[in-house]
């Protein structure tokens, strides 16, 4: 059983297209990630939430959002999307925020712009 | 400057030998974590401390909270144990949110 599942694996498109990547982990977490891996890779958070609510909003260009349909699910839409946005991205989950739990990654997305 | 610093950047070994990562930082931090990639790309926590030391099989991570420098070991390492190994802190404040060290790529040669 997969913890942190996400998918597609690897994507593929055309710079100006719109896509989506899905996240679904099913630990019981209540707190999901979002976390961008760049060509050097160096990993930053994206984007965070707690129970379906925003905590975590790092400077993120608004062509990224989020959306958390419940606390099991954390998608990342992209919209209009650009050659600097190729990279490997990472969801990951944990407990509460503030009780120190490690986080479960998933596989990542890798993400090619054409 | 990175909020956390890791040397060295890159590391090659040969089998056995014992193995050492540093790790400094230079915010607050609720607890620091050591992860690990493999090449494959799937990343793994191996270690969450606040404090002291913590061991699993051959691996051990040491923190120093006053010094803000934690090390990762590997003790009778393996060409399996090449992956990069990447510190993060958790920022005190409650999120959790993570910031990450620029990993340090590991090469265990038989």
């Known amino acids: 059983d997969t913890a942190v599942s996400q998918t597609p694996k690897y994507l593929v498109t055309q710079m100006g297209n719109d896509k989506s990547i899905k996240c679904e982990q099913n630990?019981?977490?209540?707190?999901m990630y979002w976390y961008k891996q760049d060509s050097k890779k160096f990993l930053k958070i994206m984007f965070s939430?707690?129970?379906?609510?925003?905590?975590i909003n790092e400077t993120v260009p608004n062509r990224f959002s989020p959306k958390s349909p419940d606390k099991a699910h954390l998608n990342l839409h992209i919209n209009s999307l650009e050659l600097g946005d190729s990279a490997v991205y990472f969801c990951?989950?944990?407990?509460?925020?503030?009780?120190?739990?490690?986080?479960?990654f998933g596989d990542g997305t890798r993400l090619s712009i054409l | 400057k990175n909020e956390v610093e890791q040397s060295p950047q890159n590391l090659t070994a040969q089998e056995g030998e014992f193995i050492t990562i540093n790790c400094s930082y230079s915010v607050g931090i609720s607890a620091l974590h050591w992860l690990q990639q493999h090449p494959g790309g799937g990343i793994v926590s191996l270690f969450m401390?606040?404090?002291g030391k913590k061991k699993h099989g051959r691996l051990i991570a040491t923190i120093n909270i006053q010094e803000k420098h934690s090390s990762l070991h590997i003790t009778a390492s393996h060409p399996r144990d090449s992956a990069v190994y990447i510190c993060a802190v958790s920022v005190k404040g409650g999120s959790e949110k993570l910031v990450f060290g620029k990993g340090t790529k590991l090469t265990v040669n038989p």
């Open positions: 630990l019981g977490h209540d707190t």
């Open positions: 939430y707690n129970n379906k609510e925003l905590i």
């Open positions: 990951a989950s944990s407990h509460l925020p503030g009780r120190n739990q490690p986080q479960h």
């Open positions: 401390l606040s404090s």
